[in-house]
């Protein structure tokens, strides 16, 4: 599968953004998808992922009260709603794939995805 993510911009502090990752070339269901993200000067961190089950996610402390994700495997997409940003949530994310099971534990990590999409910067200002 191949991920393209969309839906960055410029906001100022306590607005909302909605990043999109679309799939294509593979059968998008059988992969779980994880956000990262990655601020100038610092490495990839997690964010957020979700299953194969649309109701199965995991988030990163942070972020767990404010962003969420979700899917339409018909759409071959994966949404990360993302409301109240703040100024250190800016940097450029990042979606990745992982073939998995139904019951696979969540990838947290960069080594537990094969495939990722280019990313989409986020900038919140003050």
């Known amino acids: 599968v191949q991920l393209q993510a969309s839906g960055g911009g410029l906001v100022q502090a306590g607005d909302s953004l909605r990043l999109s990752c679309v799939g294509s070339?593979?059968?998008?269901?059988?992969?779980?998808i994880g956000w990262f993200r990655q601020a100038p000067g610092k490495e990839r961190e997690f964010v957020a992922s979700?299953?194969?089950?649309?109701?199965?996610?995991y988030y990163e402390n942070s972020v767990k009260d404010r962003f969420t994700i979700s899917r339409d495997n018909d759409k071959k997409t994966v949404y990360l709603q993302m409301n109240d940003l703040k100024t250190g949530d800016t940097a450029l994310y990042y979606c990745?794939?992982?073939?998995?099971?139904?019951?696979?534990?969540?990838?947290?990590?960069?080594?537990?995805?094969?495939?990722w999409g280019q990313g989409t910067l986020v900038t919140v200002s003050s």
């Open positions: 990745a794939a992982r073939r998995t099971i139904i019951t696979a534990p969540h990838g947290t990590t960069v080594q537990d995805y094969s495939t």
């Open positions: 070339g593979g059968t998008f269901s059988f992969y779980s």
């Open positions: 979700i299953n194969r089950r649309s109701g199965d996610t």
